[in-house]
Nanobody
Framework: QVQLVESGGGLVQAGGSLRLSCAAS????????MGWYRQAPGKQRELVAG???????NYVDSVKGRFTISRDNAKNTMYLEMNSMKRENTAVYYC??????????????WGKGTLVTVSS
């Protein structure tokens, strides 16, 4: 089992920045692809950004150029730097990982989420 704990969420004004962290523990050999997902009120959960163990990244179009995903494999930690935030970025953000190299919506291990609220 892999345990994932998100931190760094909170209230931020539109245009501001936040940095989310995801610390992994447990069976770290099972950590391969990692991703940040979010679920806004009344909406389905969506992939925000993903990163392979080798550092290859992908982003949902709406955050490209504003959000940056990164990971420190030595520390078993993943980050999401969010800049120029918008009200529509308000959501619960989840980190997830999987033993596979592919970033999908069916990742095996999930954190409990951290709430990000963007005010106008």
């Amino acid at each position: 089992q892999v345990q994932l704990v998100e931190s760094g969420g909170g209230l931020v004004q539109a245009g501001g920045s936040l940095r989310l962290s995801c610390a992994a523990s447990g069976s770290i050999f099972a950590i391969n692809a990692m991703g940040w997902y979010r679920q806004a009120p009344g909406k389905q959960r969506e992939l925000v950004a993903g990163i392979t163990r080798g550092g290859r990244t992908n982003y949902v179009d709406s955050v490209k150029g504003r959000f940056t995903i990164s990971r420190d494999n030595a520390k078993n930690t993943m980050y999401l730097e969010m800049n120029s935030m918008k009200r529509e970025n308000t959501a619960v953000y989840y980190c997830a990982t999987d033993p596979r190299a592919t970033i999908t919506s069916t990742m095996k291990f999930w954190g409990k989420g951290t709430l990000v609220t963007v005010s106008s």
